[in-house]
């Protein structure tokens, strides 16, 4: 099911309904861009700390944004052993334009294209997207709009604009107290903004939402200012159903974050820092109050990536390298659990989804996501009570098994694998550091580096001194075959990096106190008795 802006206040009731029901709740999100074009030392590196990583990707966070979220909410059918039944929706957003707000992003060149090869319908996202604000965002706008200080920069162009008004005054010479005119095909958040550009420009006007648009009605000043100043009609009250259609997806974030239902992703990290900054509050600079923020907003999270990645050698599955192989894999004959798996079936209006693959539509995405999380969590169950004792699985139990997963989060190419939302993360299990010292070849630079080695294997590279470099590699077959190809080569000496041996700060150190033992003991010498 798509679901823009026309559509969106209609289905809220809905969504509420599913969310507060469900066991969890499947998530993708498609972006704008992913990453900057960073330079040096601005570049993501398996050398960066969590703290590092986190702050250079704040950065492209901050200059892209979401064009479509995917959610699948995944719901235990009551009276039938262990089967669920999936809603799945796409939402298209864009950023609220409206009074203050008028935000500024980016488009990726690579991120376009890559979408357009899966049909993404860029129309419906830029003329339809669904408005939505953080809470930083919504604080300005509410106070504007609460105390009048403020002015529109409406969605709708200057001559749309002015074609209403046009309309509106040449009716109303004609018109008497009493009569009213419909302005039809003006839905969701721009009629809102139809009405308060008429109440702004005409004082004798009365406007209401209807099914078929907006209905405007003529009435006297006096009449006009009752309606303002009673409790059903009143401004105040007015200004509250703009600044809820404004907010738009954001109302439906706060149901999410407030269900505190299982959250489930696949490499879900980026999902999660678009979700803080859009939708919550603009990322902090401390990385440590991101990972308190995220956990206070959505206290269990399961990143099907990082379970996966986990379990996959165990169970000799073939490579895969995507989400939808991870599927096909789990869905084919090679999984043992197969026929006795959780069975998932889609819900009425999500049935595209049943005979036809969607790669890269973020529903669908957000549907392989559940779907992956209860077939893998079925195979640990039935691991665990390999005897055939096996219980009646539900998804509880399902939790249970999940639960050294829980809450730890892939990151890509940093120090650490993986980031642990409820507590400290837990140290780099990646192969040692390398350390190459580069003979007879002068002004040698970290980029002439990597291409010697990239034929190999792929290494981050980082300068250590004038003529030593750092190799960080993911792969621990890569360090050895570095090490037992190099190992006689003429002007590049490899090695394994030792902190107290090839540290430039120990190395001074040494030399500082080397120095002063000397000076030490020249002045002993010199300072002893004389005969």
Same mark, same amino acid.
């Given at each position: 099911?798509?679901?823009?802006?026309?559509?969106?206040?209609?289905?809220?009731?809905?969504?509420?309904?599913?969310?507060?029901?469900?066991?969890?709740?499947?998530?993708?999100i498609?972006?704008?861009?992913?990453?900057?074009?960073?330079s040096?030392?601005?570049?993501i590196?398996?050398? %960066? +700390?969590?703290? &590092?990583?986190?702050?250079? =990707?704040?950065?492209?966070?901050?200059? *892209?944004?979401?064009?479509?979220?995917? $959610?699948s909410?995944?719901?235990?059918?009551?009276?039938?052993?262990?089967?669920?039944?999936?809603?799945?929706?796409n939402?298209?957003?864009?950023?609220?334009?409206?009074?203050?707000?008028?935000?500024?992003?980016?488009?990726?060149?690579?991120?376009?294209?890559?979408?357009?090869?899966?049909?993404?319908?860029?129309?419906?996202?830029?003329?339809?997207?669904?408005?939505?604000?953080?809470?930083?965002?919504?604080?300005?706008?509410?106070?504007?709009i609460?105390?009048?200080?403020?002015?529109?920069?409406?969605?709708?162009?200057?001559?749309?604009?002015?074609?209403?008004i046009?309309?509106v005054?040449?009716?109303? %010479? +004609?018109?008497? &107290?009493?009569?009213?005119? =419909?302005?039809?095909?003006?839905?969701? *958040?721009?009629?809102?903004?139809?009405? $308060?550009?008429?109440?702004?420009?005409?004082?004798?006007?009365?406007?209401?939402?209807?099914?078929?648009?907006?209905?405007?009605?003529?009435?006297?000043?006096?009449?006009?200012?009752?309606?303002?100043?009673?409790?059903?009609h009143?401004?105040?009250?007015?200004?509250?159903?703009?600044?809820?259609?404004?907010?738009?997806?954001?109302?439906?974030?706060?149901?999410?974050?407030?269900?505190k239902k299982?959250?489930?992703?696949?490499?879900?990290?980026?999902?999660?820092?678009?979700?803080?900054?859009?939708?919550?509050?603009?990322?902090?600079?401390?990385?440590?109050?991101?990972?308190?923020?995220?956990?206070?907003?959505?206290?269990?999270l399961?990143?099907?990536?990082?379970?996966?990645?986990?379990?996959?050698?165990?169970?000799?599955?073939?490579?895969?390298s995507?989400?939808?192989e991870?599927?096909?894999?789990?869905?084919?004959?090679?999984?043992?659990?197969?026929?006795?798996?959780?069975?998932?079936?889609?819900?009425?209006?999500?049935?595209?989804?049943v005979?036809?693959?969607?790669?890269?539509?973020?529903?669908?995405?957000?549907?392989?996501c559940?779907?992956v999380?209860?077939?893998?969590?079925?195979?640990?169950?039935?691991?665990?009570?390999?005897?055939?004792?096996?219980?009646?699985?539900?998804?509880?139990?399902?939790?249970?098994?999940?639960?050294?997963?829980?809450?730890?989060?892939?990151?890509?190419?940093?120090?650490?694998?993986?980031?642990?939302?409820?507590?400290?993360?837990?140290?780099?299990?990646r192969?040692?550091?390398?350390?190459?010292?580069?003979?007879?070849?002068?002004?040698?630079?970290?980029?002439?580096?990597?291409?010697?080695?990239?034929n190999?294997?792929k290494?981050?590279?980082?300068?250590?001194?004038?003529?030593?470099?750092?190799?960080?590699?993911?792969?621990?077959?890569?360090?050895?075959?570095?090490?037992?190809?190099?190992?006689?080569?003429?002007?590049?000496?490899?090695?394994?990096?030792?902190?107290?041996?090839?540290?430039?700060?120990?190395?001074?150190?040494?030399?500082?106190?080397?120095i002063?033992t000397?000076?030490?003991?020249i002045?002993?010498?010199?300072?002893?008795?004389?005969p």
């Amino acid at each position: 099911m798509d679901v823009g802006a026309d559509e969106f206040e209609q289905t809220l009731p809905l969504l509420r309904e599913l969310v507060q029901g469900a066991d969890f709740v499947g998530l993708d999100i498609e972006f704008t861009g992913l990453r900057s074009n960073l330079s040096g030392c601005q570049q993501i590196s398996l050398f %960066d +700390l969590p703290s &590092e990583w986190y702050l250079k =990707t704040r950065q492209s966070v901050q200059q *892209f944004t979401i064009c479509q979220i995917g $959610l699948s909410v995944f719901s235990s059918v009551k009276g039938e052993s262990n089967k669920y039944i999936a809603h799945s929706c796409n939402f298209f957003l864009f950023p609220t334009t409206f009074g203050v707000l008028d935000s500024e992003f980016s488009f990726q060149a690579s991120s376009v294209q890559f979408l357009n090869q899966y049909g993404f319908d860029y129309n419906k996202f830029l003329k339809n997207g669904i408005p939505y604000m953080n809470e930083e965002q919504e604080k300005k706008i509410k106070h504007n709009i609460l105390t009048g200080n403020w002015r529109v920069r409406s969605s709708l162009d200057k001559d749309q604009i002015k074609v209403v008004i046009d309309d509106v005054t040449r009716w109303l %010479d +004609l018109a008497e &107290e009493g009569d009213w005119m =419909t302005l039809a095909g003006i839905t969701g *958040f721009q009629a809102f903004e139809v009405q $308060l550009v008429l109440k702004q420009a005409l004082p004798n006007v009365w406007t209401v939402l209807s099914d078929q648009g907006v209905v405007v009605k003529k009435v006297s000043k006096q009449y006009r200012w009752y309606l303002e100043n009673t409790s059903c009609h009143g401004e105040s009250s007015w200004k509250e159903k703009i600044l809820l259609s404004a907010r738009g997806f954001s109302v439906f974030f706060q149901m999410l974050a407030e269900a505190k239902k299982p959250l489930v992703g696949h490499n879900m990290m980026m999902d999660l820092l678009h979700l803080h900054e859009k939708f919550f509050r603009p990322l902090p600079e401390s990385y440590e109050q991101f990972k308190v923020n995220i956990h206070n907003l959505f206290p269990v999270l399961i990143d099907t990536k990082n379970v996966t990645k986990d379990i996959w050698k165990e169970l000799n599955f073939p490579r895969v390298s995507n989400l939808s192989e991870v599927y096909e894999v789990l869905n084919s004959d090679l999984n043992p659990t197969k026929k006795s798996g959780p069975v998932i079936v889609h819900a009425s209006k999500c049935e595209k989804y049943v005979e036809t693959k969607y790669p890269h539509e973020a529903a669908y995405d957000a549907f392989l996501c559940g779907s992956v999380l209860l077939k893998v969590a079925h195979l640990l169950l039935q691991r665990i009570h390999s005897n055939g004792c096996t219980p009646e699985p539900s998804f509880s139990q399902y939790l249970d098994v999940l639960s050294p997963y829980v809450n730890q989060v892939n990151l890509i190419r940093a120090g650490v694998p993986k980031i642990n939302f409820c507590g400290p993360d837990y140290p780099s299990i990646r192969p040692p550091i390398l350390i190459v010292s580069v003979k007879r070849w002068p002004g040698v630079s970290e980029q002439q580096v990597y291409r010697e080695f990239q034929n190999l294997c792929k290494f981050d590279v980082r300068r250590l001194a004038r003529s030593q470099f750092l190799l960080l590699t993911n792969k621990f077959k890569d360090a050895r075959n570095v090490l037992k190809e190099y190992r006689h080569h003429p002007s590049l000496q490899v090695s394994l990096y030792r902190y107290w041996r090839h540290s430039p700060d120990i190395t001074c150190l040494l030399r500082v106190c080397g120095i002063i033992t000397t000076w030490a003991l020249i002045a002993l010498l010199l300072g002893g008795p004389r005969p």
